[in-house]
């Protein structure tokens, strides 16, 4: 099991660009969750997913979308670059029984500098 | 809304010396607590969980106590190593239907020296 991973780990963006941050697990978990990590503040979070076709924003969704058409993939965009975007973003997965959720397995982060 | 609130860092021990980082939270429900721990360049790893009062979690040598009446989550280690040097995360989730959604606080930075 390669768990949860992401891409890319490091990436730096003008004002303005647009990008796609890749997250894929391989557990089979219904739950899937990004947050972002700002220097000294905890994680904060930004869109989670019950399942496939399934999203919802969470505390911080401005500039931010998402999509999940399959299980295992919940991508993450981000539209028109602003410096207030630059964090650490990580992914997230758990599964769930009934809705009772379990432990959160996170990605490695993608580290973003937008500029 | 939720809050958590976690002692101010950074923290530095020396190896073998006593842990103690001070969690403290509000919920507007009945929560579940945890300890997440981050090691350098690496994602957040659960460390232990507690779901009702009284519950500890313990893990690793790590323990920590729901305290309903104190709404505290303190992490405690007897004797710690140069290796427990990590971020160190309290998180809640409240119970149906937060569908697992964390609150975090901000992180407790734990230097350990040999």
């Known amino acids: 099991n390669a768990g949860v991973t992401q891409t890319p780990k490091f990436r730096i963006l003008k004002i303005g660009q647009s990008m796609t941050l890749q997250c894929t697990q391989d557990?089979?978990?219904?739950?899937m969750y990004w947050y972002r990590q700002d220097p000294g503040m905890g994680l904060k979070l930004i869109y989670y997913?019950?399942?496939?076709?399934?999203?919802d924003k969470g505390e911080v969704p401005n500039g931010y979308n998402v999509s999940r058409s399959t299980t295992e993939d919940f991508p993450l965009r981000l539209e028109l670059a602003a410096p207030s975007q630059t964090s650490v973003y990580f992914c997230?997965?758990?599964?769930?029984?009934?809705?009772?959720?379990?432990?959160?397995?996170f990605g490695p982060g993608t580290r973003l500098t937008v500029t | 809304g939720n809050s958590v609130t976690q002692m101010e860092g950074p923290v530095t021990l020396s190896e073998e010396a006593f842990l103690t980082i001070n969690c403290t939270y509000t919920?507007?429900?009945?929560?579940?607590l945890f300890w997440y721990v981050q090691y350098p360049g690496e994602g957040l790893q659960l460390l232990l969980k507690?779901?009702?009062?009284?519950d500890k979690g313990s893990n690793k040598g790590f323990e920590a106590t729901y305290r309903k009446e104190t709404t505290s989550f303190h992490l405690e280690k007897g004797s710690v190593q140069v290796s427990d040097s990590a971020v160190y995360f309290c998180?809640?989730?409240?119970?149906?239907?937060?569908?697992?959604?964390?609150?975090f606080g901000q992180g407790t930075i734990l230097t350990v020296h040999p």
């Open positions: 997230a997965s758990s599964y769930s029984i009934g809705n009772w959720p379990y432990e959160q397995y």
């Open positions: 557990m089979n978990h219904n739950y």
């Open positions: 997913s019950v399942g496939a076709g399934i999203t």
């Open positions: 919920a507007t429900g009945y929560p579940s």
């Open positions: 507690a779901t009702k009062a009284d």
């Open positions: 998180a809640l989730s409240d119970h149906e239907p937060s569908y697992g959604k964390l609150t």
